[in-house]
């Protein structure tokens, strides 16, 4: 166990069965005036850690629900593939997913992961000697396009518009520019197979973030938004957009879809991980709301430090945290695989959306 210095907020943060202390690296104070250490008895702000949660280490981490835990991929191979309906299958390595859609005369990729791209031909002749004509970017995002040039030949490549816009200013030779774009739908139909892609007007994660929609297999892929069975990814997946990353989440719901695949995780999702991805969000709100309510700025703060405008908000804003992570924990630390990993990220993500969106 990592080293930690007894205070309040590793009492504060044990809840349920699960204590999340907070390991604290040796931080001599600099301070003439304090003859005790912070988090010593004695010395100040004794509801704090004396450095801030994010950046440390937990003594371990919450074991993954077992439905959780997935079928595992062959070392050999890299990847493994699952079928997801007519000519249509998921490629992933249980981190990262992307799609191949088989058709009469060819092959439609969407994404090429980096992690695994060397592998997606293989897994496409698995079940098909036609070459790839297309591929299709979800967004911009390197680690989730950045293997395209694994994929060989001279593929369409099509996109939302946005996304053409980043790819020039990126100049990525991993991240080939695509040569089709599109401002809010593009159909495209393959031989008897569809993929209807649309774009929503924007985006909360990236902007060209599209919906890539199979309507007879009834499969959506929208990346970096659900992650089904677990805790999002730290600060919302990196919204850039959180009122509107609650709105997407909440719209994805209402699409006509079966099996939706979000790029992530080790398996992909339905409409049932959506909703409870929702009720942790509503939740985290909810708790962010009433902590930042029942917490005065300053309070507490010594004297000397009044001056010290950032220390008084850094203050304030951490012991909002502490109250958001307590109030949400109890219920969802075995409902969300990789709570305890990012739930602190999670609580400043929204007590910050909270009172500046
Ligand atoms: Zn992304």
New binding site residues.
């Given amino acids: 166990m990592f080293l930690f210095r007894s205070n309040l907020l590793a009492a504060a943060a044990k809840v349920g069965s699960v204590a999340i202390t907070i390991g604290l690296g040796s931080a001599p104070n600099q301070s003439a005036r304090a003859e005790t250490l912070p988090g010593q008895p004695g010395a100040p702000y004794q509801s704090m850690p004396s450095l801030a949660p994010i950046g440390t280490r937990v003594d371990h981490y919450l074991p993954i629900p077992k439905e959780d835990v997935t079928p595992a991929i062959d070392p050999k191979k890299g990847y493994r593939s699952q079928q997801l309906g007519r000519g249509l299958y998921m490629v992933t390595d249980n981190g990262y997913q992307s799609m191949f859609l088989v058709y009469e005369t060819g092959v439609v990729v969407v994404d090429a992961p980096p992690g695994y791209s060397a592998h997606i031909r293989q897994a496409i002749a698995e079940v098909t000697d036609r070459p790839i004509t297309h591929v299709v970017y979800s ?1 911009a ?1 390197v680690d ?1 396009i950045g293997g395209v040039n694994d994929l060989g030949g001279h593929p369409i490549i099509i996109a939302q518009e946005e996304t053409l816009r980043l790819l020039e200013r990126a100049k990525d030779p991993r991240r080939p520019v695509p040569t089709v774009t599109f401002k809010d739908h593009y159909t495209l139909k393959v031989g008897s197979q569809v993929l209807d892609l649309s774009y929503p007007g924007s985006s909360p ?2 902007p060209g973030n599209i919906f890539i929609y199979a309507p007879e297999q009834k499969v959506l892929m929208v ?2 938004v659900i992650f089904p069975g677990w805790m999002p990814w730290r600060r919302f997946a990196l919204a850039k957009d959180i009122p509107g990353y609650f709105d997407q989440v909440a719209y994805i719901d209402t699409l006509p879809f079966e099996t939706l695949v979000g790029g992530h995780v080790n398996r992909v999702g339905t409409h049932s991980d959506v909703r409870t991805q929702l009720e942790f969000m509503n939740d985290l709100k909810t708790a962010a709301a009433a902590a930042l309510k029942s917490t005065p700025p300053g309070e507490e703060m010594e004297a000397e430090d009044r001056p010290n405008l950032w220390a008084i908000y850094d203050n304030y804003i951490d012991r909002v945290v502490v109250k958001c992570v307590n109030a949400v924990t109890p219920k969802w630390q075995s409902r969300l695989a990789g709570y305890d990993v990012f739930i602190w990220d999670q609580c400043y993500a929204m007590e910050q959306s909270l009172r500046i969106d």
């Fill in positions: 967004h995002h989730h994660h990236e990346v970096d």
